[in-house]
C-alpha cells in the first residue's frame, strides 16, 4: 500500500493572531471554492495532540488505575473525569465576559436613549462614547460565543475519539464467540450513538452553572429597577426550571428506549444478512419484514417524543426573555 503523502497542518505555524482569528483555514476555503468540493488529498494532517493513539493512551491508562484501585466498583466516568479534570470547566470560564457583555449591552442602550429625550443635558460626545462601547461590547460577546464553541467542540470531540478508541481496542481483544454474540451492526451503533454521548455532555455541562449564575445576576438587576416586581419574574423562572427539568428526565428516558430499540433492530438485521441463503430457502422474507417494520416502528414514535420534548423545551429557552417582560409589564398595568 502506498503512504498518504503528507499534508502538514498549517495550525502548527499559525500566528497567535492566525489562530484566533482562524485565517489559517483560508487555504483550505479557497481550494473548496475552486474545485467545488474538498477531496482527501486537499485535507490536512492530523495535529499531534489530536491523534487517536495518544488520546486512547491518556483514557486507557487512567482506566487502568481505575481498575486497578476499584476492581469491584471502576467506573469510566470517574476515569474520564480523572483525565480531563478540570478542562471543560475552564473553557466554560469564556461564557462569564459573554454574559457580562449580554448584560451590560441593554443597560447602555437603555442609558444612551436618554440622549433623545427632550432637554436631555447629555453631551454628544458621551453619546458617541456609550454607542461605540455598545458596539465594542457586542464584539466582545461574539467572539467569546465563538471561542467557547469552537475550544468546546474540539475538547468534546477529542474525548470521543479517546472513547471511539478504547471500543476499537476492545473489539480486537474480543474473542470469535463474543463476537458472534453482538454482531457488527451492535458495534457499529455503540460506536455512532453510544460514544457520542459523552461528547453531548460536555458541550452542555457548562450550561448547568452558567444557568444559575444567569438566574442570580438577572434578579438583583431586576430588583435594583422594579424592586418587588422581581418576585413574579422569580416565580416564572422556576416554574420553567421544573418544566425543562421534567422535560429532561423525560428526554433521558425515551432516548435510552430508543438505543435498547435500535440495538434490536440492527442485531436482527445482522443475523438476516448472515443468514440470507437459509432466508431464502424457507421463505421468511415477509416475516422478518414484518417484525423490522414493527421494530423500526417503535423505533420512529420514540423519536417522535423526543423531537416534540426537543422542541417544547427549546421554545421554552426563546421565549423566556419576552415572556418575562410581559409577565411584568401586565402585573404593573393591573396592580
Known amino acids: 500500500m502506498e503512504d498518504v503523502q503528507s499534508h502538514p497542518n498549517p495550525f502548527l505555524r499559525a500566528t497567535v493572531w492566525s489562530r484566533v482569528s482562524l485565517s489559517w483555514i483560508v487555504d483550505l476555503i ?9 477531496y482527501f488529498h486537499n485535507l490536512y494532517d492530523i495535529l499531534p495532540q489530536h491523534k487517536s493513539k495518544l488520546l486512547t493512551g ?3 491508562k487512567r482506566w487502568l488505575d481505575e481498575v486497578h484501585h476499584h476492581e469491584d466498583s471502576a467506573s469510566l466516568l470517574r476515569a474520564t473525569a480523572h483525565t480531563i ?3 471543560p470547566i475552564l473553557i466554560g470560564f469564556i461564557l462569564i465576559p459573554l454574559k457580562i457583555a449580554m448584560i451590560l449591552q441593554p443597560l447602555l442602550i437603555i442609558y444612551m436613549m436618554k440622549y433623545f429625550e427632550p432637554c436631555s443635558t ?8 456609550l454607542a461605540v462601547f455598545s458596539f465594542l461590547l457586542f464584539l466582545s460577546s461574539s467572539f467569546c460565543h465563538h471561542a467557547f464553541y469552537y475550544l468546546i467542540d474540539i475538547f468534546a470531540m477529542k474525548v470521543r475519539v479517546a472513547y471511539q478508541g478504547l471500543i476499537y481496542q476492545k473489539v480486537l481483544r474480543l474473542s470469535t464467540h463474543s463476537l458472534n454474540a453482538f454482531g457488527s451492526g451492535q458495534i457499529t451503533n455503540v460506536f455512532s450513538n453510544d460514544a457520542t454521548q459523552i461528547e453531548m455532555a460536555l458541550i452542555s455541562m457548562n450550561f448547568l452553572w452558567n444557568a444559575l449564575t444567569d438566574i442570580i445576576a438577572m434578579t438583583f ?3 435594583y429597577f422594579i424592586e418587588y416586581i422581581t418576585l413574579v419574574a422569580i416565580g416564572y423562572t422556576i416554574i420553567t426550571v421544573f418544566i425543562t427539568f421534567v422535560i429532561g428526565h423525560f428526554l433521558v428516558h425515551f432516548r435510552i428506549k430508543v438505543l ?3 440495538d434490536e433492530r440492527i442485531k436482527i438485521m445482522s443475523e438476516v444478512i448472515r443468514s440470507m441463503r ?7 422474507e415477509v416475516a422478518l419484514n414484518r417484525n423490522i417494520s414493527r421494530i423500526r416502528k417503535h423505533e420512529i414514535i420514540r423519536y417522535i417524543f423526543i423531537l416534540i420534548l426537543n422542541t417544547i423545551s427549546v421554545t421554552l429557552s426563546n421565549i423566556y426573555s419576552h415572556m418575562t417582560f410581559l409577565i411584568i409589564i401586565v402585573h404593573v398595568n393591573l396592580f
Open 30 to 38: 479557497n481550494i473548496s471554492h475552486k474545485q467545488g468540493r474538498l
Open 58 to 60: 491518556k483514557l486507557e
Open 221 to 223: 438587576l431586576f430588583w
Open 85 to 87: 479534570r478540570w478542562t
Open 122 to 129: 447629555m453631551s454628544t460626545s458621551l453619546a458617541y462614547l
Open 260 to 262: 435498547k430499540v435500535a
Open 278 to 284: 437459509l432466508i431464502k430457502m424457507y421463505c421468511w
